[in-house]
């Protein structure tokens, strides 16, 4: 069970009190939500408090993002804004002070950090690490636009990442309840980091989400988060498995033409095998994502320490083929070993069947063979009595 949440410590915590009563200067309540005119890119080019803010990089229906400089530090850091029509909701208020909350009490090179949290004229905003890597949803998406995917080397480095990440962020009793590949950002290095905490549930006995209301993404959601039910950290689970199959595949397992078309899905449908979409995939990973998005929660992981255990071994086995897979290899560019095609199966046959045998070996002990349908057609040639099926 993760454990409760201890009062909050940080250096924060005067911010969250003093906001909370309602801040003010020279007795004037001051603005809680990013202005109007800075809504359409009208603070681009300002100095807010010691940031200068050089761009906006995202927009969506509960934060509007700028990139800036810290003038006093020298770096670039994100800062979020409340938008405008949010600024008069005590509610909105209060998810972005709990979202502050909530990223202050993670520390974990996985999940993106908070630096500041400020009150100007220009509205209440968070002052967050800045990731220009992008989101990991965008590159898959260009990948899929190329005919190529992650190679396995990445999918479980992000997919270890990620993973960690959250695992951290349970421990310390928090549940994200919006885990998908839109909020995972990439450093410059090519790290994954988890972000966006603006649903998050804390463990201290604070609702802000009314019972039977749905909160979340619809084609990331788990069965109980579409019924609107209390949730804890199995539905991130859930979650974190429907992203680790988009990543894997570069499709999502439940799709719809609409939202409601896709919670049918999530509440009633199985998805197709990752393993059938993907046929270089190991079978633990395929395993690991069944059971990850498995609709009765009691069913999938009880944690993500314990999901994590898995993929580590996934990720470790030497006949996962992830050992072999350079890391800037893509799916589509593993080709067969030269001559392959010109290895002739009567000739072979010939040979004793212990001969037959130690070649079989030798040649699956290869780190150029890491493709299913390659192992088959070798294991096809050398041993006519056994079947291997290619992975679709």
């Known amino acids: 069970m993760a454990r409760k949440l201890q009062p909050v410590t940080s250096p924060l915590a005067e911010t969250f009190r003093r906001f909370g009563r309602g801040a003010r200067r020279n007795g004037a309540p001051l603005r809680r939500g990013v202005s109007r005119d800075s809504s359409t890119g009208g603070v681009v080019g300002r100095v807010i408090s010691h940031y200068r803010v050089l761009d906006r990089v995202g927009k969506g229906g509960m934060s509007v993002v700028y990139k800036a400089h810290d003038l006093k530090l ?36 996985h999940i993106a950090t908070i630096y500041d949290l400020k009150q100007t004229h220009e509205g209440l905003f968070l002052v967050l690490e800045y990731l220009p890597g992008g989101t990991v949803r965008s590159l898959v998406r260009e990948l899929a636009a190329a ?7 990445q999918l479980f480095e992000f997919a270890v990442g990620i993973t960690e990440g959250l695992a951290h962020a349970h421990r310390q009793g928090v549940i994200h309840r919006d885990v998908k590949t839109d909020n995972v950002m990439l450093t ?9 905490f603006g649903l998050a549930k804390l463990q201290d006995g604070c609702r802000l989400t009314r019972s039977g209301s749905i909160v979340g ?7 109980e988060q579409a019924r ?7 539905s991130d689970i859930f979650s974190l498995g429907v992203v ?37 995939l190991p079978s633990a990973f395929g395993e690991i994502v069944r ?33 072999a897979v350079p890391a800037d290899a893509e799916t589509k560019s593993l080709t067969p070993p030269p001559g392959l095609g010109k290895v002739r199966g009567p000739i072979l046959r010939a040979l004793p069947r212990w001969l037959r045998v ?13 493709v299913p349908s390659f192992r088959a057609e070798i294991v096809n040639r050398l041993i006519p009595a056994q079947t291997v099926t290619p992975g679709k």
């Open 358 to 370: 130690a070649i079989l070996l030798g040649l699956l002990a290869s780190p150029a063979i890491v």
């Open 147 to 153: 005919g190529e995917r992650l190679s396995l080397r």
């Open 228 to 234: 609107g039910e209390e949730l804890d950290e199995r």
């Open 217 to 223: 993404t619809a084609s990331y959601m788990s069965p």
């Open 74 to 109: 020298d770096r670039f850091v994100a800062l979020k804004f409340l938008p405008p029509h949010l600024a008069e909701s005590e509610e909105a208020v209060a998810r972005f002070l709990r979202e502050a909350r909530a990223i202050s009490s993670l520390n974990h090179p």
């Open 188 to 196: 410059a290095e090519g790290s994954a980091k988890l972000t966006d």
């Open 291 to 323: 059971k990850a998005i498995e609709k009765k929660p009691e069913r999938r992981y009880q944690s993500a320490c314990e999901l994590l255990a898995d993929l580590r071994a996934a990720a470790g086995d030497p006949g996962s083929g992830t050992t």
């Open 244 to 280: 680790l199959y988009e990543m894997a595949t570069g499709q999502l397992p439940f799709r719809g033409p609409h939202e409601v078309a896709v919670l049918s899905e999530v509440l009633y449908s199985n998805a197709p095998s990752v393993c059938r979409l993907r046929g270089d």
